[in-house]
């Protein structure tokens, strides 16, 4: 009981020194879910944006998929309507692949026997084929606000058959927070602008000579600038404007050499 305790005394130590493990991480149904909610902003659809996330029973992921129209088929050249004046064929019906199909097809193992899918809506009764076929064995779903149509109806008929399990998504977060880049990036970047953008309105316009920002390839003078950008300077705008370009990719060039060239390293 003593070296239960002193283990268990040394763990809570080492948690309060910032030794132990961090709190709070996402279950593997939260992250498996906010993967498929990532996936369906993939998609074209203007109405409703539908992602799909297969998962083996290691927790690997092995296919994701959203809805869209077929491959090598341009999206501006075919319907993407839910009704029309015209019929069936002038609407999107005939030609979207639904996520489930998609990450079926996407997966990169030889087989979804065993696995689960998580998806943001419940699957058609098509989909449900598919998923039954693929030897999927539980469907885990956010939303299920087709319930009442028939399609929705068959696949329930479809999966209790074959017995595959159907399972409601109840997250524990209602609402996540995704960065696109790291903090002391950001702060960072921000930093350099602000005194680029303070060092530019006190540079004599006669002095600013044309530059190309070897990030965007933007080229550009104060002078030439000043009508659009009320006078902040194109080192100013085209300093932002590389921020966007660049930072994002992990790259500070462009804004590191506006800041040598205005001496602010």
Not at 35 to 44: D, G, H, I, N, Q
Not at 57 to 62: W, Y
Not at 230 to 244: D, R, S, T
Request: charged share 25%.
């Amino acid at each position: 009981m003593g070296v239960g305790s002193g283990a268990m005394g040394a763990m809570g130590d080492d948690a309060r020194d910032g030794q132990g493990p961090r709190k709070g991480a996402l279950s593997w149904d939260d992250y498996f879910m906010s993967l498929a909610f990532l996936t369906a902003m993939r998609s074209k659809d203007p109405s409703t944006q539908v992602g799909a996330c297969i998962v083996n029973a290691r927790n690997r992921i092995i296919g994701v998929g959203y809805n869209g129209m077929p491959s090598n088929c341009p999206n501006d050249e075919l319907p993407w309507g839910k009704k029309s004046s015209s019929g069936e064929l002038a609407t999107k019906y005939p030609y979207v692949v639904h996520a489930e199909l998609n990450a079926v097809l996407n997966k990169n193992s030889e087989s979804c026997a065993g696995c689960r899918i998580y998806t943001t809506l419940f699957p058609c009764n098509e989909c449900a084929k598919v998923i039954i076929q693929a030897g999927i064995r539980e469907v885990i779903y956010a939303s299920d606000k087709h319930s009442e149509r028939l399609s929705a109806k068959a696949s329930r008929r479809l999966f209790d058959l074959a017995g595959v399990e159907m399972r409601h998504f109840a997250p524990e977060k209602d609402l996540l927070a995704l960065p696109l880049r790291y903090t002391e990036d950001r702060q960072r970047a921000d930093r350099v602008v602000e005194r680029v953008v303070d060092r530019v309105e006190r540079v004599p316009a006669a002095q600013m000579t044309p530059l190309a920002c070897s990030g965007c390839s933007c080229r550009g003078s104060r002078e030439t600038a000043n009508d659009r950008w009320n006078g902040l300077g194109w080192m100013a705008a085209a300093g932002f404007a590389c921020l966007i370009g660049g930072v994002g990719r992990g790259r500070m060039r462009p804004v590191a050499n506006m800041a040598a060239r205005f001496g602010l390293r």
